[in-house]
Structure formats: structure tokens, C-alpha cells
């Protein structure tokens, strides 16, 4: 293809949504470098002695996104929202089976970025911050998108204000208050 990378992505994904199978394979190499960064920069919160590695973090993601349950996308930033969910899937679903596993120990921990934590920056198991973040979401939709891009997809604000499609200055206000409320939950 002659078209710019985004809009090659954008093809591609209609592809993937209309069921051609050799669309997923074409894909993953326009995508692989974006999605292992966004999957280093979350693992990067993770507790060092996490049992689950970036790498397989986003082959277990993409799988989820091409399988045969994906949905259809609308763009490319649409796509990589929808890589957020599903990178947040797959960590909730890991450290349930370490839960489960362990009978109640083991929880995979996660390090709120240093715009949240307190000076010591204590770690959060990511069930909860999970459950956490399903109830931002509850109260405000957006708020809980911008968090969830933050924490799960790794995005910056001007990422996420593009994957929204809204303004940075949007994003930066909903993130101050977003960040306002998780630290009142989260204590």
C-alpha cells in the first residue's frame, strides 16, 4: 500500500471487521511497535516481579482485538482505545487467575503514576484499581475513558484527547479531576 501508516491502519481494519483473515497478519506489523510501547509503559507500573511480560501482554491483547469476537473500529485511534480495553482486560484476568491460584495472595500490584501517589508511591492491586475506575466510570463516562487511557493504554494527554477526539485542554481538566477523585477513593 501507498497510503500514509494511519490510514493504511484504517484499511486494514476495515478489513479485519469485513472478515478477511490475511487483514490481522498485515496489521500487526503497522501496529506491533505502538502497542509494545503502550504494553511497556504499563508493565513499567507493574511490580518487578511480575509474572506477565510486555511482549506477552500484547500478544494476548491483539489476539482479543482480532479474534473472533472483535469489534469493528471506526479509525485507528478508535482501534487503540479499544487496545487499552483490552490490555486492562488482560491484566484484571491475570491477576484474578494469581489470585485464585494462590488462594487470596499474590495480588498483581500496580504503581500509580506519580501524578497520584502519595511521596512514597505505594503500589495498587489492580483489582482494585480495576473496580475503581468501573465506578469513575459509572459516575462520569468520560472521566473514567481518560483515566482508563492513563493507567491502562499509557496514553499521553495528547493522545488520549485524540483517541477522544477532544481537545487537550479537555482531557487535561478531566484528568485533574479525575485524578482528584481516584486519590479520595483510593485513600
Do not use: C
Not at 473472533?68 to 480495553?85: L, S, V
Not at 495480588?107 to 489492580?126: C, F, N
Request: aromatic share 4%; glycine share 8%; proline share 3%.
Amino acid at each position: 500500500m501507498d497510503l500514509p501508516k494511519t490510514q493504511q491502519t484504517t484499511v486494514l481494519l476495515g478489513r479485519i471487521a469485513d472478515g478477511d483473515p490475511a487483514a490481522a497478519e498485515e496489521l500487526l506489523p503497522l501496529i506491533y511497535d505502538e502497542l509494545r510501547r503502550l504494553a511497556g509503559k504499563r508493565m513499567g507500573q507493574e511490580r518487578s516481579d511480575h509474572t506477565l511480560q510486555a511482549t506477552a501482554l500484547v500478544h494476548e491483547a491483539y489476539m482479543r482485538l482480532v479474534g473472533p469476537k472483535q469489534a469493528r473500529w471506526n479509525d485507528r485511534a478508535h482501534f487503540f482505545r479499544t487496545a487499552a480495553r483490552a490490555m486492562r482486560a488482560v491484566l484484571v484476568d491475570h491477576a484474578r487467575a494469581k489470585q485464585a491460584e494462590k488462594r487470596g495472595g499474590g495480588l498483581a500490584a500496580v504503581e500509580l503514576g506519580s501524578e497520584i501517589s502519595q511521596p512514597e508511591r505505594p503500589e495498587l492491586d489492580v483489582l482494585i484499581l480495576d473496580e475503581t475506575l468501573q465506578r469513575l466510570a459509572a459516575r462520569d463516562e468520560q472521566l473514567g475513558k481518560i483515566a482508563e487511557l492513563h493507567f491502562f493504554g499509557g496514553l499521553t494527554h495528547e493522545e488520549v484527547a485524540e483517541a477522544l477526539e477532544v481537545s487537550v485542554r479537555t482531557i487535561e481538566r478531566g484528568w485533574r479531576t479525575a485524578r482528584a477523585w481516584l486519590q479520595s477513593e483510593l485513600g
